[in-house]
């Protein structure tokens, strides 16, 4: 079972390490092949990250949330499994074009879509810290530890 403990947890993992791939998001660091490969690497990491997450919620969050008896739990429910339908796609699409090879040959336009996804991701997290988890700590859904 999810704990609130674990949802901070799997998402300060995601967070740090969009943070540390939007870092390496420069034409100059991605010219040195060894941070193209390592960027590469974090990239499929995060794909991994984001998919055990957003399951982990499907199976152990929502299904809690869904049946509660306060309303504004149910519609924050709602509310992520919308935000999915959108996040996931666009991960999806973002793994098959640009993470399906091992060559590490980013271009502008792979920076540039890399970018949007990664502001997807963050917004997701940011409504993640500020309204789901303190959500649920208040309606103690979840034990804590």
Known sequence: MTTIAELHRRRRDIVETASVIDNLLTP???S???????????LCDLCEMVTEHLAGEH?????????????????????LINNDKLLKPEFSQYKRKWLK???FQFTDA???????VLKSLKQRMDLEKTTVIPKLEKAEIFATA
């Open 28 to 30: 100059e660091q991605l």
């Open 110 to 116: 792979f920076i540039e879509d890399t970018r949007g």
């Open 59 to 79: 199976k152990d969050l929502y299904p809690s949330l869904l049946t509660h008896e306060e309303s504004s739990v149910n519609n924050m429910a709602w509310g």
């Open 32 to 42: 040195v092949n060894a941070i193209a490969k390592v960027t590469h690497i974090l």
């Open 101 to 103: 090879d091992c060559e």
